[in-house]
């Protein structure tokens, strides 16, 4: 049985990612830092085998230390999926909080270099695998006040981009996948849980479902191996760009 470790499964595209690729004939390791969402997510996909790790991606010796403490029928894995992360805040940049600033980079650019890190000794060792880092639309195309959230997404698109340049030649496929607007959690965290205001994001259109991300992540992994679908864009039908989107009046 084949291995897919899912970062930030604990909601959202993590999740149904996890869902998807445990139906599609995975075991698995879900990551995050919520353990009862893990562990409930852990007992619906029973009787498919899957491990818990309960670390911060922008810790990189708690990150090391949660792969290398793999039990060993997990520790061979064949799939990441590089999910964790998410936007804090939505102002211009003048008026923006640093701190904000250093968790978006820290969770969704050094955070996914901090998995990779961790798992390419194994990877490289047995010269397969397949990494697929979830950029966004933000990250292609700038928006107003998305500022350090469409940068730290940028840097995933080049950080894909060169990964899959060095990884090849070890017969590691990288891909990336780039959601517009999906309605899951994303939106109460950039509003630090003003759930109201999360709610208006996705108001007068169909919004992308979690599920919609993970039935292509799913298709991208299970490609023959001569096969890497490296690059998608997924956007809701209502959306035309990063900051288009249009709704019924
Ligand atoms: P959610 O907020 O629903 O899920 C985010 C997940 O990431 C959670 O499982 C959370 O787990 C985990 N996570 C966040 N920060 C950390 C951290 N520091 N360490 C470990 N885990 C972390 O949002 P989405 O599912 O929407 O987001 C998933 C990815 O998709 C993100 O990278 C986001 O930028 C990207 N994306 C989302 C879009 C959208 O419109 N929703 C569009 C394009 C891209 P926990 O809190 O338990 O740690
Ligand atoms: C999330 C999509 O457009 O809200 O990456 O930034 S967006």
Request: no cysteine; aromatic share 0%; glycine share 20%.
């Given at each position: 049985m084949k291995t897919a470790f899912v970062t930030?499964?604990?909601?959202?595209i993590g999740r149904a990612t996890a869902v998807a690729l445990a139906r599609a004939g995975f075991q698995l390791v879900v990551t995050g830092r919520r353990r009862e969402r893990l562990d409930a997510l852990a007992a619906e996909l029973a009787p498919v085998p899957v491990h818990v790790l309960v670390f911060d991606v922008r810790d990189r010796d708690a990150t090391v230390a949660a792969v290398i403490g793999l039990p060993l029928e997990f520790a061979a894995v064949d799939v990441l999926v590089n999910n964790a992360g998410g936007a804090h805040g939505l102002n211009p940049i003048q008026t923006g909080d640093p701190t904000d600033w250093d968790a978006m980079l820290d969770a969704n650019v050094r955070g996914l270099l901090n998995v990779t890190h961790a798992l390419l000794p194994g990877l490289t060792a047995r010269q397969t695998g397949f990494i697929v880092n979830i950029g966004s639309v933000a990250g292609r195309e700038a928006y107003a006040n998305g500022n350090v959230y469409c940068a730290s997404k940028a840097a995933v698109g080049m950080l894909t981009k060169t990964m899959r340049l060095d990884l090849l030649p070890l017969g590691i496929r990288v891909a990336e996948i780039d959601p517009g607007a999906?309605?899951?959690e994303f939106s109460e965290v950039r509003f630090k849980g003003d759930a109201e205001r999360a709610a208006k994001v996705y108001e007068g259109f169909q919004p992308l479902k979690a599920e919609d991300i993970a039935d292509v992540i799913a298709f991208m992994v299970t490609r023959p191996a001569h096969v890497n679908v490296a690059d998608v864009l997924i956007l809701p039908a209502?959306?035309?760009?990063?900051?288009?989107i249009f709704r019924q009046p």
């Open positions: 930030g499964a604990s909601s959202g999906v309605e899951t209502a959306q035309g760009a990063a900051a288009t």
